[in-house]
Every structure is written in C-alpha cells, then in structure tokens.
C-alpha cells in the first residue's frame, strides 16, 4: 500500500437512523441507504471527514518497498484502539433501540453487492491492493499519480493536517452508482450524504472509508529498524563510513563533503518570528555543466538512496516560465490543484542551475523565482487561491548546484566545490544503505541543547568575530549555531560541547578560504 499525502479535507456527517425497529446507517458507505427525516427523534450523528490524498511526491523506490511491514504494523498496534473506537460506536446507541447485531448489519444492500461483486471494494491489507498498487485495478490511471478521496470516522481536526504524510487501511469502494438527480433536500440534510462534486469519478479517483490511520515518521520507511536508543559505536560508525562515503563521491572534497553530512541531518526545528530554526541549504559552486554531469548524478543518486522523498530539478528558463511551482485553487472544479512545492515534511531537492541560460523571463517565471527565493529564506510556499494568498509553513532541505553564486536562491552555506578525482562509482550494499538511513533519521530526531557555560563560551566568540570583521551579522551567527548544533548530532550528542564548537569555527574557516 502507498503512503498518501494530505491536500485538503472537508468534514462530511455519518448518520444513525432508525428504520421501524432496525437501525441503519452511512458509514463506510458512499451513498446512503435510507431517507433523511429532519428533526426526528431516532437520529445519531458523527463526524466523518473527507481528505483529499495523493502519493507522496518524490516518495522512492526502497521507501515505498516497506510498505507491507509498514501495514502489518499498524494493524497490529491499533487494532486494539480499533475494538475500542466500535465499542464506543455502539454504546452511543440505546442497545434497547439497536437490536442489529454485526451478522444482520451485513445484510445491507450495499454489503451484499460488495460480496457479491468483489471488484466493487478492495480491503488495504498488507498485500499492497491498495489504489496505487501495481495491481491491475485501475489499468487506465498512472499509479504514482493516482489521489484518493480518504473518508475518515471519529478523528479531531488537528489530527490530520494539510501535506501530513500519513498511511489508511480500510475498505475501497468502486461505487459507480452515484446519485445522478439531485431530490428535494434542506440546508441540514446536505450536510448528511456527500456532494456530488467531491464525488469524482471512481474509475479515476476511489474512495476509501478508513479503518486505520496513522501519521508515518522517519522511521516507519526504514526495514527492520524500530526506533530505539542509539548506541555512541553504532553512531560513530554510521557517521564515519557515511563520510567517507560522501568524500568519496565528491572526488575526496572532505570540507564539501562535511557540509553535505551537516546539510543531509539539518531540519526546521522551531520559528522565531520569521525564521525557520534549524535550516542549512548548501550552494555547491565552480560547479559546470560537464561537472554536473558526473558528480551530479552521483550525489542524486546517493540521496535517493538515503531519504525517502527526494527531487531533482534541472532549472532552466523555459521551466521557470512554465512550472506550475505553486497550489492553485481551480474554483471551477472546487479543488486545490498540487504544485511542485507541495512537498511532505522532509522532502529534499536538488536544484541544477547549470542548465541555466540567458533568457528573459515571463511573468510566471518571476512569480516561480519569487516562490523559489522564499521557500530557502523562509522555509514558506505562497498558495494561490486567486482571491488571495496563504503561506504555509514547509520542511525542505535544499541543495543547488551552480557555476557561481544563485542569484535565485539565496542559500545559508555557500561552498566552493574543489574535487581532485573522479570519485568512484562502486554499489553501495543494501545493509550499508540500511544502517545510513537508520543514522539519518535517528540523529535528526534528537533533540538539542546548549549548556550555560557553552553559552558564554558561544557568545565571546560571536563578539570577537564581530570585532574583527563588521560585515558579519545575525544570520552568520545563526548559521555558526546551527552547524554547531548539526555537528554535534552528527556524533549522536544532545548538547554543544567545547569541540564540536571548535570544529564549526575550523569549518567556516577553511570554506571562507575558498571564498576569497
């Protein structure tokens, strides 16, 4: 089964209505079975939310290869909360009035098709026949881009947020037998079946009425590796054969090579008016389009190889002209209409701007390299809902390659590249990859802190390098604590220490060498 990520949501009513002495209802159904009466004592009402999903963009190949222990997993670790939530379900309902049992509520129109018709529903379980599987379900649709509209029971609103990464198990329905006539209805009612309009063909979009949810984190795409304390050896070999690795592939550029370490762990950890807290993107220059060719490709696919979502971008004028960079609201079809900055939490991009040209660009490509400008300042994507606009909050780690410095984006580390060889081009094992990913996901997790005497050991020497070169500023300073801060969960330690320190100064030193 695929990981969907959240576009948008609408929240929709489930209905309990008494049918002489029979209780019917609604839920996990897509079109109601019996009529609304307003104002009738025999009526329950819960919520049901309707999310809007697609795949993950970017979502790689041994990411999305967990998914069946992924599943498995959660059925097993809610399946308790699952019995509960139907235990509560029932018990809303006097047991005097509700004397359906589960065989008879089987009985149901819509589960008598289902059974008699099994390619009318398919239940996600863990052998991937899920919509975006590679099953033979939807033979007409591309399965990476394939959305799914999610109906979800009895869950908060702030449970489910908008671009969440989140994993559904539950009952897929294939109902082509949507109301083509609209009867009668009052305000109330509409509020109890679903739109017609969110009803978009199911040949093209099913529907899934969830079981099971869950918000995935780093750890749910990694194989065989439960979140657990990490051991110092096991981090430090981790973080040496990682290194080494990244030297290698960068032609033994070990001072590039330790910024891409620091720049692969980095993440927004907190806001402080408008900055986000904890990002370093990284600007690889001297970097051609021959280079790029090379070492390029390899650290593309190196990256792929170690974080689950990932993109690479050739930035050309003529994509910058015509990109679809930001969400756009289609009014005419009522839906929030992806753009290419739409990314889950966590997603890294590579930007090649040495396919950049001289060129004139339109109003689309100023308006993209505005978005492009702002998502590496501010860690923000600007959506357009026509009548006005919204920035939402984004997690993405950055990495552009360029010949001289972006003048598109600024980045927070600007590093000269300066390889001596080739670098090789051996496959990495898969156990190695393992172990990689394992470090990545469990150093950028730890949480961090500086202690008081590190404090004023941090502050004289901002002061110093303040006196001794004014053009430095706030976010050099930021910049400095936050390597410190990367440095120090490269070696799987929670706070700053005296040499972690020592080594982000040695760092901007020998970078600031290749600047000059």
């Keep these: ?180 006539e609209k009867v009668d209805q009052d305000e109330f009612s509409n509020g109890l079946c679903d739109d017609v309009s969110v009803n978009l063909p199911p040949n093209k979009v099913p529907r899934l009425h969830c079981v099971i949810h869950r918000k995935l984190t780093a750890y749910d795409f990694l194989k065989n590796s439960p979140p657990t304390e990490p051991k110092p050896h096991l981090v430090k070999e981790a973080r040496e054969a990682l290194l080494r690795h990244l030297t290698s592939i960068l032609g033994n550029d070990g001072v590039a ?117 702002a998502l590496t300042e501010l860690q923000k994507v600007e959506y357009d809902f026509k009548y006005y606009k919204m920035e939402m909050m984004a997690d993405v780690q950055m990495l552009i390659l360029s010949e001289g410095k972006s003048n598109i984006m600024p980045a927070d580390i600007i590093m000269p590249f300066q390889p001596s060889s080739a670098g090789p081009s051996d496959v990495v094992p898969t156990e190695v990859l393992e172990a990689w990913r394992w470090y990545l996901a469990t150093v950028r997790s730890m949480p961090h802190l500086i202690s008081p005497e590190m404090q004023k050991v941090v502050e004289n020497d901002l002061v110093t390098a303040r006196q001794a070169d004014r053009s430095l500023g706030s976010q050099d300073f930021s910049r400095w604590l936050t390597m410190g801060r990367l440095i120090s969960a490269s070696f799987g330690e929670t706070s700053l220490s005296l040499e972690h320190w020592q080594m982000v100064k040695e760092l901007e030193r020998l970078r600031m060498d290749r600047l000059k």
């Design 1 to 180: 089964m695929n990981y969907m990520l959240v576009l948008i949501s609408l929240c929709l009513c489930v209905v309990f209505l008494k049918d002489g002495s029979v209780w019917r209802t609604n839920k996990f159904m897509d079109i109601s079975q019996c009529p609304v009466e307003l104002n009738s004592p025999d009526m329950r009402l819960w919520e049901r939310r309707l999310l809007y999903c697609v795949p993950v963009p970017g979502l790689n190949s041994w990411a999305e290869s967990t998914s069946e222990g992924a599943v498995n997993m959660c059925m097993d670790s809610t399946s308790e909360q699952r019995d509960k939530r139907r235990r509560m379900d029932i018990e809303a309902v006097d047991h005097n009035d509700f004397p359906v049992s589960g065989d008879e509520s089987e009985d149901s129109p819509s589960v008598k098709r289902m059974r008699e018709d099994p390619s009318s529903s398919q239940y996600l379980g863990p052998k991937n026949e899920g919509p975006c599987s590679s099953h033979v379900i939807l033979p007409d649709v591309d399965r990476d881009s394939l959305p799914c509209l999610v109906k979800i029971y009895d869950s908060p609103e702030s449970e489910l947020k908008l671009n969440d990464v989140f994993e559904f198990v539950g009952v897929l329905t294939f109902d082509s037998e949507l109301p083509s």
């Design 257 to 373: 090579a330790h910024f891409m370490l620091l720049h692969l762990l980095s993440r927004v950890h907190a806001r402080a008016d408008n900055v986000a807290v904890g990002k370093l993107s990284l600007n690889l220059t001297c970097i051609s389009k021959e280079t790029a060719s090379v070492f390029g490709t390899k650290l593309s696919i190196v990256i792929k190889n170690l974080l689950p979502f990932t993109k690479c971008i050739p930035l050309t004028v003529e994509y910058l002209n015509s990109a679809s960079l930001a969400p756009k609201k289609d009014y005419q079809i009522n839906r929030l209409i992806p753009g290419v900055l739409q990314l889950a939490e966590g997603s890294h991009l590579i930007f090649d701007e040495t396919c950049l040209e001289t060129g004139t660009l339109n109003s689309a490509g100023v308006e993209n390299a505005r978005l492009l400008k």
